[in-house]
T-cell receptor, first 115, second 111 residues
């Protein structure tokens, strides 16, 4: 079974631009979560989508948004990029079986550099 | 989710057992203990989880104290490929998928 895939793997943008990152979960997984990883703040939760609905949100400004499609694929968007948005953005999917939380499977990440 | 405390770094000789401790003294009764690891430049990888009983899988063993205030992840025969940052995370069974990562333990396997 194919793992979580993220595209693109690397991205360079300049301040003020916007960016869209894509995540394809493992087949059958309905929950997709996004995380930001920086050297200073570590791994931080951005948001989680389940059945096309945002179910949980971390403490990030409104410039960070996401969505999930009917096939469970997800995108996250960052508008008006700042230098501090340079990070590894990780996507994770899970089965999210009712009544029990299974493990999350992480993709390789998209490394975003903002110049 | 419970706050977890882990030593920032540890070394272990190749072939020996690596024992990684985690303190989670504020863990609640329905909160699971999950362990993930992150090898350099890769996404985190699930290792094991447990609630009260000790657990073992093909990767590791998880020992949870009777009072559930701490746990130990055991890699029985560490290899160089086990060099990674290991995260201990408390996860409540609410049906949401938010993982709160701490700073973890950087485990270095010494040849």
């Amino acid at each position: 079974k194919a793992g979580v895939t993220q595209t693109p793997r690397y991205l360079i943008k300049t301040r003020g631009q916007q960016v869209t990152l894509s995540c394809s979960p493992i087949s059958g997984h309905r929950s997709v979560s996004w995380y930001q990883q920086t050297p200073g703040q570590g791994l931080q939760f951005l948001f989680e989508y389940f059945s096309e609905t945002q179910r949980n949100k971390g403490n990030f400004p409104g410039r960070f948004s996401g969505r999930q499609f009917s096939n469970s694929r997800s995108e996250m968007n960052v508008s008006t990029l700042e230098l501090g948005d340079s990070a590894l953005y990780l996507c994770a999917s899970s089965l999210n079986r009712v009544g029990f939380r299974g493990e999350q499977f992480f993709g390789p990440g998209t490394r975003l550099t903002v110049l | 989710d419970a706050k977890t405390t882990q030593p920032p770094s540890m070394d272990c000789a190749e072939g020996r057992a690596a024992n990684l401790p985690c303190n989670h003294s504020t863990i609640s009764g329905n909160e699971y203990v999950y362990w993930y690891r992150q090898i350099h430049s890769q996404g985190p990888q699930y290792i094991i989880h447990g609630l009260k009983n000790n657990e073992t899988n093909e990767m590791a063993s998880l020992i949870i104290t009777e009072d559930r205030k701490s746990s130990t992840l055991i890699l029985p025969h560490a290899t160089l490929r086990d060099t990674a940052v290991y995260y201990c995370i408390g996860v409540k069974n609410f049906g949401n998928e938010k993982l709160t990562f701490g700073t973890g333990t950087r485990l270095t396997i010494i040849p």
